[in-house]
């Protein structure tokens, strides 16, 4: 934009001279120098403490990896919720958490020492190996906080909570024992990916880093009914060596199944009939066809005598019902084996074939070979079993068919060799019990998008299963339960003064290294009670941040109490299943309640070809290089405008951030430019001192900015209340276009004082008060811009506040809302745009003047409206007379109809194009007139169906 390029900085109001450029990511560096000097968010924090609290919980991330996309994301979402909460007059702590236990650092440092296994961390020594886990726990939390100040975010790193602290660990421990306390704690088992080479089970994600094509036997296996030994339930396996441990068979009770004879031997097979072709046998006649609910039930003779009498005692050896089962492998009648499978195990407990903390049936030992419960293979390692049991079960004329079978197969990333799946002892919360809780817990929370409340995360809650709350590693905070040697005396210390009395013991740490080795006496003879060895798992300590981070209830016991729940938390829908349901499980066992009140769950960001962003693709741009180039504020609208805050996926453009500093900041700074530049203009021209005048503004333009501004922040308030990002944030960065194409253009004159010092005065003060508005608004979504922006014009605001955001939020000024001032200029801009495209479509550039302008519409007040603001009009569209009118006939126009294919296509699915085609071919004028009067149209359909 023009203005006078004479340096007139520092004039009567104060305004220094803005550039005619700007770099806007060099303008950041040095606001966030600014805000380290002067310790803005600290002095926002001080003068804030007195404030009604607005409570803020932060998801603890790894600090083993470096920020990613995601991470911004959701970090750039808390900090425009927190800082909004903190400028509408809340004090707000805003604390950073690490989550510095469990796999993702034991993985790294195992891939650095070469640990094989556990034997390899008690040789080294678990103080050893703790130490080298702590070494690395923070390796990148210089790069965290580095990313995290450079995207503007304000949060607390000093005063940080850390799941290695004791006391945070601490009041881990105290939200375990109230949960033993409670009932809600038991000890079972939890179907693994086990190495047998390192003897120790591993995380499905450890299981899912090295998967290899395998050959293994795949044998088909008849079981033979009690009722009818000569008939055999036929099932398929590629694990031989878990038949022994064979407790159940399962089928699918709504599938068809058949019974088929071999023509020959009289011998009865049972399959599902589409997997007839299983038994490759050209001599079997089909005897009967029958839904597979007419075998539930039936008893069958075991394989093997191993376990034969839990046949009476558990109602073992029978058949289930199992809707898992497919048509795609396999006969349809499935060996249940529980110990050794997490379906077999769901199966036969749900059929009461098992319980939770019944014996396993697990003959397997550490190192994967049979132990004396099934004599015949004791110290065989499985998998090499599989040839003898199969030779037995052709003896014994159980099995049909015998074949080979290549498919992918976990290994172990550590030693190579192939894992089991094998029941381990866990310890498990009663997760199953809590679920109508927990659904009231739901209930009480509000969700954005509100659809993933009540579906995704609803339906994980309804379905949700006990959950397996310990690890079988070392680098995490140790479960804290003392047991005998027969699991008989149990004892859950809640606190460490508490180990420290039952002990008799002084303790500073409680990692494994401190707490193994004590012991408790016992209170009923048992000798010594000793630490069970697992810890918890991590997400057991994130879901306890909220009273951890506190070191609840050993300090800040009232204030934690007066601020729980949370008023917000803010993660990715990758967490339905991780934080935000671990939260809410704790909260309702402990409490009764959610653990928060409000939630922002956004999408996922990915690559620009739709893919998952990837260090190895390298198909993302660094984000610290976008933020560089384009400034963090850019980065900010951008991944806050777009799908992922409404729960979708967002395919990342460094295009589209260029496009947010094109289509916002731009137009912003040259308002802003253009504004300064004729402030400075006035104060030379007129040597008076610049000053916002406190007179009602009687200009209709002037009448008009101020009234759209202040709808602005009505609505903006409105949605923000309801934690509508995805609403807020298309009107915020529009606002500039309209600032800067409507009113700056339509009122040049009039601020450059062609029509009177004045009117010169008044229009300079609408725009100045908008623009101190607006940026006041736009505080909490682009803090560096802002704060720039307010260096200046806070000397024309009457504010002394050295920072944007030590101001509050503006408020709407009911007094300046005028609906009827907005509708006319909303008629007018419609009408010039029109105009714009006439003249484009027919080469006639807006220099050209034209005689007339003919605007048709049925609406009189629409035409009203125009005639009151003719002058603009005319004036920024170059024509010289307009004409309005409501008789379309005179001017030859008539009506068309333009099908949106896309509604009618969701609403009228196959009848689409019968409509469409009516509607642009066939409606009559009197139709259409009809329809814009009614707003409804005679059903087409029936009528092209006649």
Known sequence: MEGNTQDLSGGMSGLNTVPDIINFANEEAKVLEKWRTEKTFEKQLQESKDRPRYTFYDGPPFATGLPHYGHLLAGTIKDVITRWAAGDGYYVERRFGWDCHGLPVEFEVDKAIGIKGPADVYAMGIDKYNAECRSIVMRYSTEWEQAVERMGRWIDFKNDYKTLYPWFMESVWWAFSELVKKGLVYRGVKVMPFSTSCSTPLSNFEAGQNYKDVVDPAVHIGFRLDENPNRLMVAWTTTPWTLPSNLALAVHPELEYVVAKDKTSGIEYVVLECRLSELKNENVEIIEKVKGSAFVGKTYQPLFPYFANLKEERGAFRVLPGTFITTDQGTGVVHQAPYFGEVDFQCCLENGVITKDMKPICPVDETGKYTSEVPDYVGVYVKEADKAIMKRLKESGHLIRQGECKHSYPFCWRSDTPLLYKAVPSWFIRVESLVPRLLASNDQTYWVPQFVKEKRFGNWLRDARDWAVSRNRFWGTPINMWVSDDLEEMVCPGSIAELEKLSGQKITDIHRES???????????????????????????????????????????????????????????????????????????????????????????????????????????????????????????????????????????????????????????????????????????????????????????????????????????????????????????????????????????????????????????????????????????????????????????????????????????????????????????ETIDLVRVIRERNKRPIKTPLRTVVVINRNQQFLSDLESLSSYLLSETNVQKLVVSQEKEKYGITLKAEPNFKLLGARLKGDQKKVADYLKNKATEEELEKFLVDGQYRDIIDEENE
């Not at 630490?531 to 800040?556: I, K, L, T």
Request: with cysteine; glycine share 4%.
């Open 515 to 829: 707490v193994d080795h004590i012991t408790i006496p016992s209170k009923t003879g048992r000798g010594m009670l000793k630490r069970v060895s697992e810890v918890f798992d991590c997400w057991f300590e994130s879901g306890s941040m909220p009273y951890a981070q506190n070191h609840y209830p050993f300090e800040n016991k009232k204030a934690f109490e007066d601020n729980f729940p949370a008023d917000f938390i803010a993660e990715g829908i990758d967490q339905t299943r991780g934080w935000f349901y671990t939260l809410i499980v704790l909260s309702t066992a402990l409490f009764n309640k959610p653990p928060f009140k409000n939630l922002i769950c956004n999408g996922l960001v990915l690559a620009s070809d739709g893919q998952k962003m990837s260090k190895r693709l390298k198909n993302y741009p660094d984000p610290m290089e976008v933020v560089n180039k384009y400034g963090a504020d850019a980065l900010r609208l951008y991944l806050i405008n777009s799908p992922v805050v409404r729960g979708e996926n967002l395919r990342f453009r460094e295009e589209g951030v260029r496009d947010i500093l094109k289509d916002v900041f731009l137009p912003w700074f040259n308002a802003y430019r253009f504004f300064v530049q004729n402030v400075q203009l006035y104060e030379h021209q007129t040597g008076e001192a610049f000053a916002l005048t406190e007179q009602k503004l009687e200009n209709v333009m002037d009448r008009w900015i101020e009234s759209f501004t202040s709808s602005l922040v009505k609505f903006v308030r409105k949605e923000m209340s309801e934690y509508h990002l995805y609403a807020v944030v298309t009107p915020l960065t529009r606002f500039f276009d309209t600032l800067t194409n409507c009113y700056i253009r339509l009122n040049r004159r009039r601020i450059k004082g062609d029509e009177g010092e004045t009117d010169r005065l008044h229009s300079l003060s609408a725009l100045g008060l908008v623009l101190i508005t607006v940026n006041r608004l736009m505080a909490p979504f682009t803090p560096f811009f802002c704060e720039h922006v307010w260096a200046n014009l806070s000397k024309i605001a009457g504010s002394t506040s050295s920072s944007i955001h030590l101001e509050r939020l503006p408020h709407p000024n009911a007094d300046l809302i005028d609906e009827e001032v907005e509708r006319r200029v909303s008629s007018m801009r």
